[in-house]
């Protein structure tokens, strides 16, 4: 059973910071691709960020420039900090990892229960 766990979300005024954090546990293989998403209440699923085993990264235009995403292969984890906060930015952030649990299987989509992130104006 694998399992993704966030933490790191909450209430900030806007311009501020967060640090969005994702660990990955479990019966794991190999974790491919893992990426953020956020969901805005009324408004579909969107990618806000993601990243390759590798360390490529890509990025929705609407943060470039403001987030960084970055993971650290021997802990399992990704992490999204957030810079420049908007009140546009408030939505829950979910976290999203392409993980193989066992060399004969292929990868399948796992998510983190996600984390609420609120900037005031």
């Known amino acids: 059973q694998v399992q993704l766990v966030e933490s790191g979300g909450g209430l900030v005024q806007a311009g501020g910071s967060l640090r969005l954090s994702c660990a990955a546990s479990?019966?794991?293989?190999?974790?491919?691709?893992m990426g953020w998403y956020r969901q805005a209440p009324g408004k579909q699923r969107e990618l806000v960020a993601g990243i390759t085993s590798g360390g490529s990264t890509n990025y929705a235009d609407s943060v470039k420039g403001r987030f960084t995403i970055s993971r650290d292969n021997a802990k399992n984890t990704v992490y999204l900090q957030m810079d420049s906060l908007k009140p546009e930015d408030t939505a829950v952030y979910l976290c999203?990892?392409?993980?193989?649990?066992?060399?004969?299987?292929?990868?399948?989509?796992?998510w983190g229960q996600g984390t609420q992130v609120t900037v005031s104006s």
């Open positions: 999203n990892a392409k993980i193989r649990i066992s060399v004969a299987l292929r990868e399948r989509d796992y």
């Open positions: 479990g019966s794991i293989f190999r974790i491919n691709a």
